[in-house]
Nanobody, 125 residues
Framework: QVHLVESGGGLVQAVGSLRLSCAVS????????VGWFRQAPGKEREFVAV?????????YYTESVKGRFTISRDNAKNMVYLQMNSLKPEDTAVYYC?????????????????WGPGTQVTVSS
């Protein structure tokens, strides 16, 4: 079993920044792939970013956040972060971190086995 808890959400003005944190427990963290997803009201859950196991040398992002968001991990602290810069109103959503077994990086939410409760990010114009 894996337990995830997000933090760091809030209200920010456009072009501002936020850093989301995801605390992961219950499994050997270094062997866990972790992704970030988001869901806006009335929309489907959307992939944001994913980071590989161990050293986290491989990352993927959805096109709309490339160059603005950065995913990283700290294996010593069992934490995954999502640094979000140049935020836009369309980034407003509930952000979730999720973990999956296996070795394949994927952006499909159905491939993830464990989910946090989410944290709200609101970007005002």
């Amino acid at each position: 079993q894996v337990h995830l808890v997000e933090s760091g959400g809030g209200l920010v003005q456009a072009v501002g920044s936020l850093r989301l944190s995801c605390a992961v427990s219950g499994r050997t963290f270094s062997t866990t792939i972790v992704g970030w997803f988001r869901q806006a009201p009335g929309k489907e859950r959307e992939f944001v970013a994913v980071i590989s196991r161990s050293g986290g040398s491989t990352t993927y992002y959805t096109e709309s956040v490339k160059g603005r968001f950065t995913i990283s991990r700290d294996n010593a602290k069992n934490m995954v972060y999502l640094q979000m810069n140049s935020l836009k109103p369309e980034d407003t959503a509930v952000y979730y971190c999720a973990a999956r077994r296996g070795s394949v990086l994927t952006g499909h939410h159905e491939d993830y086995d464990y989910w946090g409760p989410g944290t709200q990010v609101t970007v005002s114009s």
